[in-house]
Each structure stands twice: as C-alpha cells, then as structure tokens.
T-cell receptor, first 114, second 114 residues
Framework: DAKTTQPTSMDCAEGRAANLPCNHS???????VYWYRQIHSQGPQYIIH???NNETNEMASLIITEDRKSSTLILPHATLRDTAVYYC???????????????FGTGTRLKVLA | EAQVTQNPRYLITVTGKKLTVTCSQN?????MSWYRQDPGLGLRQIYY???????DKGDVPEGYKVSRKEKRNFPLILESPSPNQTSLYFC?????????????FGPGTRLTVT
C-alpha cells in the first residue's frame, strides 16, 4: 500500500507561509493525495486534495511534484488558529471495481508562533 | 446541518463485554468508514463501506465487526473488547466517487477497556 511520511513537527511565524512536506513515493497513478488537519482530539478537518495538478482553495495550496512522489501543503499566511496536526493521506484503490481506502501518515505537528 | 454523529462520545467498559458504537450521517453519503487513533500511530482505518451491504476490511480490522443495513448508519461492534482496543475512534462519511471528495468526520468516541 502507498505510504506517506511527514516530518514530526514544524514551527512557523504568524503571518508567514507554512510549507508542510509529504513523501508518498509508492503512490500509483490513480491515487489521490489528501490533506486534513486535526486540532486537539477533534475530528479531522478536510483541507484540500489533488491527483496530478496543483490545487488551490480558500484554505491552502497543494503542490504535487511531476513524478507524484511528494507534495507540499502551503498555508499562505499562517495564523495562531492554524496550530494543529496536519495529515497527508493517500486514497488507495483496493480492487478493479473501484473500491478504495485511506492511508494516513502520522502527521506533522505545526506550531504557529506569535 | 450536515453532520456525522457518534454515540457514545465516551465509554469505559470491561474486558469481554460486547459494545456497539453508533455512527449516523445525514448527507446521503455512500462511503462510510471507521478509524482508530492511537498516540504516535496517527489514524488507521478499521473498516469501510462503499454502500449498503458492502463492507471491506481496512488496515486494522481484527476484533471489530461492522454492518451497513441502511445508508445513513454504520455501527462499529466490539464483540469481546480487550484493553488493546482502548483508543479514540472516528467515523467518517463521503460521497462515493472516482474523483476525489472530502470525508466528513464525526466528533470521536473515546473508549477505555479495563
């Protein structure tokens, strides 16, 4: 199964861009990359997802390398409320009929500093 | 309001006493899944369901059962709980699609087995 690896923790100054990397070197061509975040022990919150192209929404940007072996989540102007654990996830197809499951990484604990 | 609900939110039980954690969603989602979260291990998928009467094992299914008799409900059953099933459990739901789509997570159920 595709597996993701992320740094354990990162710090970022408030107002600066936070760049969170993820390696998924065994990802297959039709498997999506997702990012979620979790604040304390609440349910994870969706941020963004992508397949091949870079994506942007109101929360963040997702940059996927051309070989798809890694990606970077960018929070353009981090605030104190962005302090959370960020998970990089791969959605893995489990058979030819289109069933799939999700493989979570162990997450990056981002601390935004005032 | 679109949401995923779980009950109970907190449960302390003893080894071997059967229990069920309920999960319900009001978004008419086909895909539902259960995760457990343990310190240092991130979230791991226990079971998932692509639609009514269709369930598959995730990465850590041992000791758990699920059923999907109705689209909105996806209960997690522990027939004979053991202390190693002490964990934080999350239910999630999503549209079933070949393209990417976000999962909505419930608030979590903290289970302690003594």
């Amino acid at each position: 199964d595709a597996k993701t690896t992320q740094p354990t923790s990162m710090d970022c100054a408030e107002g600066r861009a936070a760049n969170l990397p993820c390696n998924h070197s065994t990802i297959s061509g039709n498997e999506y990359v997702y990012w979620y975040r979790q604040i304390h022990s609440q349910g994870p919150q969706y941020i963004i997802h992508g397949l091949k192209n870079n994506e942007t929404n109101e929360m963040a940007s997702l940059i996927i390398t051309e070989d798809r072996k890694s990606s970077t989540l960018i929070l353009p102007h981090a605030t104190l409320r962005d302090t959370a654990v960020y998970y990089c996830i791969v959605r893995v197809l489990t058979n030819l009929s289109g069933t799939y499951k999700y493989i979570f990484g162990t997450g990056t604990r981002l601390k935004v500093l005032a | 309001e679109a949401q995923v609900t779980q009950n109970p939110r907190y449960l302390i039980t003893v080894t071997g006493k059967k229990l069920t954690v309920t999960c319900s969603q009001n978004m008419n989602h086909e895909y539902m899944s259960w995760y457990r979260q343990d310190p240092g291990l991130g979230l791991r998928q226990i079971y998932y369901s692509m639609n009514v009467e269709v369930t598959d094992k995730g990465d850590v299914p041992e000791g758990y059962k699920v059923s999907r008799k109705e689209k909105r409900n996806f209960p997690l059953i522990l027939e004979s709980p053991s202390p190693n099933q002490t964990s934080l459990y999350f239910c999630a739901s999503s549209l079933r699609t070949s393209g990417g789509y976000e999962q909505y997570f419930g608030p979590g159920t903290r289970l302690t087995v003594t």
